[in-house]
């Protein structure tokens, strides 16, 4: 089974969701055959780090002018590969690039993709790619196929699959492709480059997370705010304490806020509806602060406090700055 991870860089480097595909890639199959994609200049050290982490085959197109990410070159070149190769499936991040690059090479494919999958798996009976996602308001979940076309196309959310170890035997296949002068042919020109400014709320890097949800009310969202800095902790927030204007939509964690896989969650007066939990389940260990005993995240977590966090939380934070 021929799968192709359309492995985005970030700075000439990897992305993270690139690597996080390639490894999933690797175990979605007996038989899967795992080629990295990538579109760029300079790509060796990206080459590299594709090899490091699984792809058996790299396809390299370099060239100066695909430096930044273009959708009328990228497209080209991307969907010229896979008329040439033609690939089972075609997996891309849901990121920015994924996001504006696959759906375009779909229509030129005449093939569906699924957005924002979750979850993805092979059919044992068909060998179909079963691409679950959020559905409905992510009130369910929903598993779709792509029977009739190819390749099977799906972008997926960063930080849902896991970068497994991986131990190299063979050297992969590297095929250099050399873009032709009309798939070269940009859509705009490239001004400039100006990096986002670093924040100090990294969520997506962060290792422990704190999360005020809506039972914090705005004075207990101060309250966690203080027991993160005192626990050397990221703070993060539901949508509804970003939507209350408590905490900025950078501290959001969920389906439409981001996804997040540190070492330790602690859920501080969130309920855990579905919407919540898809951003935050691959938290290592999950520590649960609420009065309701029996909500979805209390059920779920490793380690489940039925308390009220105006009674606990002062005292823990007097605790942490004793030690
Ligand atoms: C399309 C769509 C996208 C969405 N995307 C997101 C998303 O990205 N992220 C997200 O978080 N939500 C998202 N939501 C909203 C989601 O459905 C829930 O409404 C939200 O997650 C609930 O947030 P919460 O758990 O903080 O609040 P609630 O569900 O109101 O839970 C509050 C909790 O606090 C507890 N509590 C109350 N007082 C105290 C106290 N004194 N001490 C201890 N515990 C207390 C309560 O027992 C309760 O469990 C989305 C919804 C939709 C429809």
Same mark, same amino acid.
């Given at each position: 089974?021929?799968?192709?991870?359309?492995?985005?860089?970030?700075?000439?480097?990897?992305?993270?969701?690139?690597?996080?595909?390639?490894?999933?890639?690797? +175990? &979605?199959? =007996? *038989?899967?055959?795992?080629? !990295?994609?990538?579109?760029?200049?300079? #790509?060796?050290?990206?080459? $590299?780090? /594709?090899?490091?982490?699984?792809?058996?085959?790299?396809?390299?197109?370099?060239?100066?002018?695909?430096?930044?990410?273009?959708?009328?070159?990228?497209?080209?070149?991307?969907?010229?590969?896979?008329?040439?190769?033609?690939?089972?499936?075609?997996?891309?991040?849901?990121?920015?690039?994924?996001?504006?690059?696959?759906?375009?090479?779909?229509?030129?494919?005449?093939? +569906? &993709?699924? =957005? *924002?999958?979750?979850?993805? !798996?092979?059919?044992?009976?068909?060998? #179909?790619?079963?691409?679950? $996602?959020? /559905?409905?308001?992510?009130?369910?979940?929903?598993?779709?196929?792509?029977?009739?076309?190819?390749?099977?196309?799906?972008?997926?959310?960063?930080?849902?699959?896991?970068?497994?170890?991986?131990?190299?035997?063979?050297?992969?296949?590297?095929?250099?492709?050399?873009?032709?002068?009309?798939?070269?042919?940009?859509?705009?020109?490239?001004?400039?480059?100006?990096?986002?400014?670093?924040?100090?709320?990294?969520?997506?890097? !962060?290792?422990?997370?704190?999360?005020?949800?809506?039972?914090?009310?705005?004075?207990?969202?101060?309250?966690?705010?203080?027991?993160?800095?005192?626990?050397?902790?990221?703070?993060?927030?539901?949508?509804?304490?970003?939507?209350?204007?408590?905490?900025?939509?950078?501290?959001?964690?969920?389906?439409?806020?981001?996804?997040?896989?540190?070492?330790?969650?602690?859920?501080?007066?969130?309920?855990?509806?579905?919407?919540?939990?898809?951003?935050?389940?691959?938290?290592?260990?999950?520590?649960?602060?609420?009065?309701?005993?029996?909500?979805?995240?209390?059920?779920?977590?490793?380690?489940?406090?039925?308390?009220?966090?105006?009674?606990?939380?002062?005292?823990?934070?007097?605790?942490?700055?004793?030690?």
């Amino acid at each position: 089974m021929k799968i192709w991870i359309f492995a985005e860089l970030s700075r000439r480097r990897l992305s993270q969701v690139a690597l996080e595909l390639i490894s999933c890639a690797r +175990g &979605l199959a =007996a *038989d899967a055959k795992v080629t !990295a994609v990538l579109i760029g200049h300079d #790509l060796d050290a990206a080459i $590299r780090e /594709a090899a490091a982490v699984g792809a058996a085959q790299i396809i390299a197109a370099d060239h100066p002018l695909l430096e930044n990410y273009d959708d009328c070159r990228y497209e080209a070149i991307l969907t010229n590969l896979v008329r040439k190769y033609n690939p089972d499936i075609l997996l891309g991040g849901a990121t920015a690039v994924g996001r504006a690059l696959l759906p375009r090479c779909a229509v030129k494919l005449h093939t +569906g &993709l699924t =957005a *924002d999958c979750t979850q993805l !798996a092979i059919e044992p009976e068909k060998g #179909l790619l079963l691409q679950t $996602r959020p /559905a409905f308001g992510g009130n369910l979940f929903a598993t779709i196929k792509t029977a009739e076309h190819r390749p099977q196309m799906a972008t997926v959310r960063p930080q849902v699959m896991k970068v497994t170890p991986f131990t190299m035997v063979e050297e992969p296949e590297i095929i250099h492709v050399a873009p032709s002068e009309d798939e070269l042919k940009g859509s705009f020109d490239w001004l400039d480059f100006i990096p986002k400014p670093e924040s100090d709320n990294d969520l997506r890097n !962060a290792k422990v997370i704190v999360t005020a949800g809506y039972g914090c009310g705005p004075d207990g969202v101060k309250l966690v705010r203080d027991f993160a800095a005192a626990a050397g902790a990221t703070l993060a927030a539901s949508r509804p304490v970003v939507d209350a204007g408590w905490l900025p939509y950078s501290c959001q964690v969920g389906q439409t806020g981001t996804t997040v896989q540190p070492d330790i969650y602690v859920a501080v007066g969130v309920s855990g509806a579905i919407q919540h939990w898809v951003g935050m389940s691959n938290a290592k260990k999950i520590i649960a602060i609420n009065k309701d005993s029996d909500c979805f995240m209390m059920q779920q977590a490793d380690v489940a406090v039925q308390a009220d966090l105006f009674a606990l939380l002062p005292a823990v934070i007097s605790k942490i700055k004793k030690n």
